[in-house]
């Protein structure tokens, strides 16, 4: 039997891209940090529009949720259809599922014009219950599909291995190869006055006329500035309070009797994601689901009921990988894009929910045509400045009250520990020692890695994540290392070190 692999099966099928990090002083009309789908689109756009742009990443190209995802291009919002009217009116729902269905287009456009060997297909979307007693809500979400301008019909027999009670069927939706596709948009981007750089951590950027953006080795100055870092990363901001941070996962499992190449999803709660991985293997599935809010649930829980998930309905033959990742809900269910409130010359795209490929596309898109002076209908039903009290208020009260929980329940989440040789090499805890909360981690190789558990963006108490050996934070979504590195999201610093006091108490 061989070992199942942690990374994506994207990462494993493409080539990651990594540029040279920033070392020197640079200047940009436009600088954006963050090297997703969101950045990126919004790069190209902005450089085939004459700017310049400097592209600042932490990692790799597509090294955040833009590599941990499942690839589905479809127009749906995530909350429904009928759910989008009745919060948002039937003209802001428009303009939203024809954003997504403009970032679909703009996908495949870029596909044909740099001939990027995607593996991008047009093919059919199906929204399925397996309960009879749900089909109802589905003619209703059909109905309100059609009123927002997406070919749907109702549907019985859709082709999967197991019985479903009927169906939406979408036509004209996608998928594609995201880290592929995005190496290509990267090589576009870089060159010509444009540059990429990687392993380029950007401090939260200084608002003013230039802006200015600090990296270890490095500044850009630059007349906008983007933040394309999924999260808001702004310190404590506004933004905190409306999204809470979930964790979904994938597994890449070969199957007997494969399903039709389609997009499929079904209506539990969380829902489940299917989809062929890429045209030359059809047995070749990507199965996911069993999401949680992060820093609620446990990986290896979360996995094992994906699994079973999995194998109670396709006939597994193999498991090739398992991963999880990332993506921000917004309160209101409408992500947040455009010119940050109380600042000139900043742009924030984040909150795009399960659905980012499209949004972060339509973003990139929308996002290059507000810095060209261009104010498309778009703009408003997403700008941060909104607020729709009534389809946010509920969910932003539910969610701030979870936060202000963990800020008294996480004060008892620790292990009492009375040595360290409690820790096995690869465990990470958060452990009481001598009266003092802490966040332990051993390697593989036996070394110990002990911080302070406390978030450095808000305080709350990191949580372990034993799939991807993170400290993940479960207010606000910011993610640091074992070694307590900060990776991403809102966090200003890394946590505390206290290795060396740890080590000489051993
Ligand atoms: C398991 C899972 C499945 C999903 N499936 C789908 C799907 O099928 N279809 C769909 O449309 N969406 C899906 N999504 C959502 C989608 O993947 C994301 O919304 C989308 O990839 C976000 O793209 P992005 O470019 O905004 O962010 P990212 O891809 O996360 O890019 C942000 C980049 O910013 C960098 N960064 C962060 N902070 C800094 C800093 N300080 N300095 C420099 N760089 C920094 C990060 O390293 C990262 O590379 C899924 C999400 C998950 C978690
Ligand atoms: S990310 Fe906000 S408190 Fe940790």
Known sequence: MHAISPRSYWFESGEPREYPPLTTGVHADVAIIGA??????AALRLKQAGRRVVVLEAGCVGGGATGGTSAHLDALPDQGCEKLISDFGESAARQLTAGRQAAIDQIEQWTRDFQIDCDFRRVPAFAYTEAADRLNRLH???DAARRLGVQATM???IGLPFQSAGAVRFE???RFHPMKYLAALAAQVHGDGSAIYCGSRAEPPEDGEPVIVATPHGRVTAKQVLLATHSAYLGISQFDMRMAPYQSYVIAAHVAEPPPDALFWDDADPYHYTRR??????????????DHKTGHGDAPEALRSL?????????VQA??????SEFFEPADGVPLIGKVPMRNNTYVATGFSGTGLTYGTAAGMLLADLLQGAEPPLAEVVSPARFKPLAAAKELIRENVDVAARFVADRFAGDKIDSWDELAPDEGRLVTFEGEQLAAYRDEQG?????SPVCTHAGCHVHWNGLEKTWDCPCHGGRYSAAGERIYGPPPKDLEDKTPVAEGRR
């Not at 890429?278 to 599935?285: G, H, M, T, V």
């Not at 699994?307 to 006939?315: D, K």
């Open 36 to 41: 997703g789908i969101t950045g990126l689109t």
């Open 140 to 142: 209703h979400e059909c």
């Open 155 to 157: 549907a019985r027999d």
């Open 172 to 174: 004209n939706q996608a």
């Open 277 to 290: 991985a890429n045209s030359e293997e059809p047995s070749l599935l990507l199965i996911g689901g069993a």
């Open 307 to 315: 699994e079973e998930y999995a194998r109670s309905r396709f006939r």
């Open 319 to 324: 498991l090739l990988q398992q991963w999880s």
């Open 447 to 451: 070394r110990l890695h002990v911080c």
